[in-house]
């Protein structure tokens, strides 16, 4: 019997929901209360949960736990910047674990924008200092939250490939394992600035790969959606069905590379749902075309935002999808955005989800 979990990283701590069925579902915690969770995963390697804790007294750790929740350990060294650096770290983003039978190697998002790596499965970390000292870094430019590094992807096939999303100065690309870097961002529109399609400087929302094909990218940006069938090289865009194109939120499904779902926001000064109508939107065709999807959904008054983290897809056959809200709520597909039911209400302001199956 397969087991679904489902975590979710809020403004004040971290909640951790269970299901078999993904219709009725038992909730542990809320976990480190007190504390905002960015981004939470579940390694199923070490049967380890680990999280993003920040706090603006105690400041910013990674911590686990790999007994579910009953105690926690938390980073001894790092992540932080070198003394003399002229940095100061302010958040913790988001965590990615190498893909592979290793389940020590993990990466480290932050802001101000830099990678971090662990190989000690989170004990200490070190920067990745050639993308720290990327050479267009003077031009990189803070988005409404901060100069943050909020997504990073590993290519499975090559582990010294390596992705990663800046806030707002774009997508970079590694083939060294992260020793060198290189600006991946060429078609893609940057209209808050004078240049429009410059070299860095695009504000990337969301940045994901696509199972089984690593060349394949999807990008949820400030100014509409794009894919990359060249690891980067050039982006097409794919905005066109779409209502806006403005969003966070972006999610692929776990088995189909041209299958992706977005959530589109009004535009930037408004940051709610066009029309107050909440619907995903699906593309089975690498978003040559859109569907709306709102079967469940509210299409009346739903004046509420998504962060970049707040949906997901599980593994199961058919996929489940996963999105959380600002105001506190998931909603839940079990049919692969078909139809959607409350998984849980009342909650903080939820910054992320995330999936994850056993046996």
Known sequence: MAHITLLAGTKKGLFWFQSTDRRRWTLRGPFQQGHEINHAIYDPRRATLYATANNPWFGCHIVWSSDGGQTWGASESGPAFAPGSGLQLERLWHLEPEPGTDPGRLYLGVAPAALFRSDDGGKSWHEMVGLTQHPTRARWQPGAGGLCLHSV????????????????????????????????????????????????????????????????????????????????????????????????????????PETLYVLPLQEAEFRCPPEGKLRVYRSRDAGRSWQ???????????????????????????????????????FASADEGDSWYVLADHLPPVYSVSASVSE
């Not at 060349?215 to 509409?224: K, M």
């Open 292 to 330: 709306a999807l709102s079967a469940g959904l509210p299409q009346e008054g739903a004046f509420i935002g998504m962060y970049r983290e707040g949906m997901t897809t599980d593994s199961l056959e058919p996929a489940g999808v996963y999105v959380g809200t600002n105001t506190g709520k998931i």
């Open 153 to 256: 992807l590993v290519d499975p096939l090559n582990r010294q490939r390596l992705f990663v999303g800046i806030s707002a100065a774009g997508v970079f690309r590694s083939e060294d394992g992260g020793e060198t870097w290189v600006a991946c961002n060429r078609g893609v529109r940057a209209e808050f600035l004078p240049t429009k399609y410059p070299e860095v400087g695009q504000c990337v929302h969301k940045l994901l790969m696509a199972p089984g094909r690593a060349d394949l990218l999807y990008q949820q940006n400030h100014c509409g959606v794009y894919r990359s069938e060249t690891a980067g090289d050039d982006w097409t865009e794919i905005t066109a069905g779409l209502p806006s194109d403005f969003g966070f939120s972006l999610a692929i499904h776990p088995r189909e």
